[in-house]
């Protein structure tokens, strides 16, 4: 008992030590990042290595880490927030952690739909949520919209996952400001009803399910079949890129999201957190963020790379990403009232 | 005529050490109190429509779910629990030595692990299923039912009981139930009528654990997508994103909790489970034939589902992945885990000894105070996680940046993003976990031994050191096992709160499965499951010397 307690007491002697000591490094960007650190490690060594700017960050969830910002607030060390999902960044600009960058560069690599109105935030990678359906079940021909997918022909054929997840709801978001919410909500319960198993937990469940036979048909991030596709070539699985001809909301394109990333207003490092953001949306970095995480490139100059030529062209959503942020909360209360889990 | 110099000489030493450890113990309450408050002060924001909201569409099943799920887990760690304890200790079987330290295991596997263990094996991708739907063509089912979620929640917290319940038969003396044999009760009179009652207090502080923790739990119900109470919290927090409304959702949970607690506390009142003779020897009922045969198949079924097949599932999928992982970054972030444990155990062991011999000491109205200390437990980790971050970044607002501007000193953080608040977070969460075992095994001091000692000249310091450490050293152990344990496998409150570059296996596991990537999630899950095993079983080997 007593050796545990000398051992203990030694461990935390020794913690309290280094605490001040890893602290000191005061130069150098520190990141709150949403992005899961073997997605984002890679670049951040890269941009080290080119600028000599080292870069520690903190990698959690979107709302437990604008929580932190928002309670460290102007003493913050955090100098720049990248997270997934253009929600969480229209939150965080919401609620005013981040602040306006002017930049010609940003705004020549990066599409205005991608980034916020106001500068606070930009988009980094695209991440299109598309269609997936069985090769051996359905042929493309029966598909045409997500909203097609609420008709009577794939009842018990659909396989969602969670609309407690961010993808979702951005998705219904965008539907509501093509299609009002009266009409989404029909839409979503129409969804419900064709469900052939209750919703998933992730993405990669829905694509197991449609290889196992669960079901035929379902709706998906592209880069989580695209992975699955890479370790097991033979998956009778693939993609369908929706809403691609038509008038209007038929017609609107693929839905996307993004990956993106705001200066905190805390930052005492602005120059060199605009240089990082700058960084990442050039050509280089933006080929080895596609090819990280099969994730599409924000910079409409960079041609895409191999794996990602596989799926074709497609048409995306040119609705401002903001949007989906806006309507969040709208999307959600649909999807409760439609009974979508 | 002896009496009166020794009752001066008691008070008289009691009284020096109070003052302090009493401040001690009331601080300790008040820093668990701080982020609770601030999640009770999110009442004064008005979330009018987001209730409003959740009441016309899911609170109903919500609540629903959540009482199905505390009463289906409480019902199955307490027949798990008990029936393995008391098997263990009072019948002989074959294997039994083994099992009464294997059955300790499953508690060193996170509930979220399992569950995704038993999602990929038995879900109709998993390879069973593949397997019957191709040979025999049976049809598909989903096995995410609300009964494998109450089973695999069952699986994983049934140790709290079996661990607290075990040590309480071990040390209810041979004599007590050969007593009550001798006086005409059969075995299972004995044990309905005497050793369950005197087992009380350790298994109601076990099945409490169990239920404090299935309510705060949201990582195993997400992979089912099981909707509970904690759903809601999260869907405020990270869908509204309302944190305000997710705290008020939060301290209704700890309003439950607060409120069971009490009810649990007024009806076991102030009785009290004092033991005869200390055990000499132990006696065993032999089993035999079919019976013993039965019951180790009993013991092995649960040791199987809730252990070894997570284990080797997981090392099925460790090899897969290969040794890639296994580079200079795995040992940093083995480090990391283990002197997060070692040092949140021996924090949280100490001041769960204090604030159980202030609240012995205490009278009844304070004893309720000393009682808030346990609620850290039954919030969800991240909502707690922001209540330490929330609160400390105002004591150093308002305290230490003023307090270091007026020394002179360049105004630094020192709570927020250091291993302190780390710690905090974790003292405040476990505290609960660390005061069942202690508190039980100080009940079952005869207060005659200490007070002897006392009789006899003894000072307070020296009573406490060579009296009561030595007589609670099972509890001290236990709680500290539990803690490093739990500490270990703790995932959003570190998440938050670690220090730049303080990533452990958690954060790992963490950053591999919120992509859905399992597989790669399973070295470091694999090395947790391996690290809570060491303390489990030097523990086990301690007591059975």
């Known amino acids: 008992m007593r050796s545990v307690l000398v051992i203990g007491l030694a461990l935390l002697l020794a913690a309290c030590g280094e605490g001040p000591e890893s602290q000191k490094a005061d130069e150098g960007l520190v990141v709150y990042t949403a992005r899961k650190e073997h997605l984002i490690k890679p670049l951040f060594d890269r941009f080290t290595a080119q600028t000599g700017i080292p870069i520690r960050y903190v990698t959690d969830a979107a709302g437990p880490l604008l929580a932190r910002l928002q309670a460290e607030g102007e003493r913050s060390r955090a100098d720049l927030l990248i997270t997934v999902d253009a929600g969480n960044l229209w939150q965080a600009a919401e609620a005013g952690v981040l602040q306006p960058i002017e930049s010609d560069v940003l705004a020549s690599n990066i599409p205005s739909a991608l980034r916020d109105e106001g500068n606070r935030w930009f988009g980094l990678s695209i991440r299109a949520r598309t269609i997936i359906y069985s090769t051996e079940r359905v042929k493309p021909s029966e598909l045409s919209t997500y909203e097609a997918l609420a008709d009577e022909q794939w009842t018990g054929r659909l396989c969602l996952r969670t609309a407690k997840k961010v993808y979702n709801q951005s998705l219904v978001a965008t539907m509501i400001a093509a299609r009002g919410e009266a009409e989404t909500e029909e839409i979503v319960s129409g969804w419900v009803k064709n469900l052939a198993v209750p919703p998933f937990s992730n993405d990669n469940k829905v694509v197991e399910a449609i290889a196992a036979g669960q079901c035929d048909v379902g709706i998906v991030n592209t880069y989580y079949l695209a992975r699955m596709v890479a370790d097991d070539p033979s998956l009778p699985v693939t993609m369908f890129w929706p809403n691609q001809q038509g008038e209007g909301a038929d017609g609107r394109g693929v839905h996307l999201n993004i990956s993106g990333a705001g200066i905190t207003r805390a930052s005492q490092h602005v120059a060199e957190a605009q240089q990082l953001i700058e960084w990442l949306s050039g050509t280089d970095a933006q080929l080895q963020l596609a090819l990280l995480n099969q994730e599409y490139p924000v910079n409409p100059q960079v041609s895409l790379p191999e794996p990602l030529t596989r799926w074709g062209e497609f048409e995306g959503d040119d609705i401002p990403v903001a949007e989906a942020g806006r309507l969040q909360g709208e999307a959600i209360r649909v999807m409760d009232r439609a009974g979508y889990r | ?545």
Not at chain 2, 14 to 23: A, C, E, G, H
Not at chain 2, 174 to 198: C, H, K, N, Q, Y
Not at chain 2, 266 to 285: A, D, E, I, K, T
Not at chain 2, 440 to 454: E, G, M, N, Q, V
Request: proline share 5%; net charge positive.
């Open chain 2, 1 to 545: 005529m002896n009496e009166a110099p020794a009752a001066r000489l008691i008070s008289a030493g009691q009284k020096s050490l109070r003052p302090l450890s009493r401040i001690a113990a009331s601080v300790a309450v008040l820093a668990v109190l701080a982020p609770i408050l601030v999640v009770i002060f999110s009442w004064g924001s008005d979330q009018t429509e987001i209730w409003q909201h959740l009441i016309a569409t899911q609170l109903s099943s919500l609540l629903r779910n959540t009482l199905v799920l505390l009463m289906g887990v409480g019902l199955c760690v307490s027949v798990l629990g008990i029936s393995l304890a008391w098997l263990v200790v009072m019948c002989d079987f074959p294997g039994r030595a083994k099992f009464e330290w294997l059955l300790m295991l499953p508690m060193a596997v996170p509930a979220y692990v399992l569950a995704f263990v038993v999602l990929g094996l038995f879900d109709f991708s998993g390879p069973l299923q593949s397997f019957l739907s191709r040979e025999l063509g049976l049809p598909l089912i989903d096995v995410r039912h609300e009964a494998v979620v109450v089973l695999v929640l069952s699986l994983v917290l049934y140790p709290y009981v079996y661990m607290l319940a075990r040590s309480a038969f071990l040390s209810q003396s041979s004599d007590t139930i050969e007593a009550a044999r001798s006086l005409g009760s059969g075995a299972w009179g004995a044990f309905f009528r005497v050793a369950l009652p005197m087992a009380r207090p350790a298994i109601i502080a076990g099945v409490s654990l169990a239920l404090m923790e299935t309510l705060a739990d949201f990582g195993t119900v997400a992979v089912f997508n099981y909707d509970t109470f904690t759903t809601a919290i999260y869907k405020a927090w990270f869908g509204f994103f309302s944190l305000q409304a997710a705290a008020q959702l939060a301290s209704l949970l700890l309003l439950f909790v607060a409120l069971t607690l009490f009810a649990e506390k007024r009806l076991r009142g102030r009785r009290r489970y004092v033991q005869g003779s200390q055990l000499h020897h132990h006696f065993r009922h032999p089993l035999t034939g079919l019976r013993a045969w039965a019951v180790t198949a009993y013991c092995l079924l649960v040791l199987s589902v809730a252990f070894f097949l997570p284990v080797l599932q997981m090392l099925i999928w460790a090899f897969e992945v290969g040794a890639a992982q296994l580079d200079a970054r795995f040992g940093a972030l083995l480090w990391h885990s283990l002197s997060l444990a070692l040092q949140a155990s021996v924090l949280t062991v100490a001041i769960a000894t204090l604030l159980a011999f202030s609240r012995w000491r205490a009278g009844p109205r304070q004893r309720a105070f000393f009682d808030l200390a346990q609620l850290g437990y039954a919030l969800p980790g991240s909502v707690l996680a922001v209540g330490v971050v929330i609160s400390f970044s105002r004591i150093e607002q308002q305290l230490l940046f003023p307090l270091q501007a007026w020394l002179g000193m360049e105004a630094r953080s020192v709570l927020v993003g250091t291993v302190l608040a780390l710690l905090a977070a974790y003292w405040i969460r476990f505290l609960a976990v660390a005061s069942g075992p202690i508190d039980a095994s100080l009940l079952r001091i005869r207060p005659s031994i200490p007070d002897a000692a006392r009789t006899l000249g003894a000072r307070p310091l020296e009573v406490l050191w060579r009296i009561y450490l030595p007589m609670l050293r099972p509890g001290l152990l236990t709680a500290a096992i539990l803690v490093f344990v739990d500490v270990i496998k703790e995932m959003p409150a570190t998440l938050l709160l670690r220090p730049y570059g303080w990533d452990t296996l958690a954060v790992r596991i963490y950053e591999m499965t919120s992509e859905g990537e399992w597989q790669r999630a399973a070295l470091p899950a694999l090395t947790i499951v391996l690290l809570g095993l060491v303390p489990v079983i030097i523990s086990i080997k301690r007591t059975l010397k």
